[in-house]
Nanobody, 111 residues
Framework: QVQLVESGGGLVEAGGSLRLACTGSGIIFSTKAVGWYRQAPGKQRELVAQIISSGYTNYADSVKGRFTISRDNAKNTVYLQMNGLKPEDTAVYYC?????WGQGTQVTVSS
């Protein structure tokens, strides 16, 4: 069975940084597209960043220049480095590959 586990969320002040990690079992990340999504209360889940098998990355306009997605094939892990965090970034962040989802990790940014 495929399992995705997110970690690294927490409470941080505005302007701070966090690094989220998504580690998978039962699937090889290096051959698949992996995305980070987030969902805030009362809002739809939205794509934040994506990395595909070629290494190409794309980002939501709201996070471009602040967030970076990367892959560590040896650890079968995808990271999301988040710098310059804003209160508007507060949400549950989810890892996605194909139709598989992790359980999410909470990110809260105080003003």
């Amino acid at each position: 069975q495929v399992q995705l586990v997110e970690s690294g969320g927490g409470l941080v002040e505005a302007g701070g940084s966090l690094r989220l990690a998504c580690t998978g079992s039962g699937i090889i990340f290096s051959t698949k597209a992996v995305g980070w999504y987030r969902q805030a209360p009362g809002k739809q889940r939205e794509l934040v960043a994506q990395i595909i098998s070629s290494g190409y990355t794309n980002y939501a306009d709201s996070v471009k220049g602040r967030f970076t997605i990367s892959r560590d094939n040896a650890k079968n892990t995808v990271y999301l480095q988040m710098n310059g965090l804003k209160p508007e970034d507060t949400a549950v962040y989810y890892c996605n590959i194909w139709y598989h989802w992790g359980q999410g990790t909470q990110v809260t940014v105080s003003s």
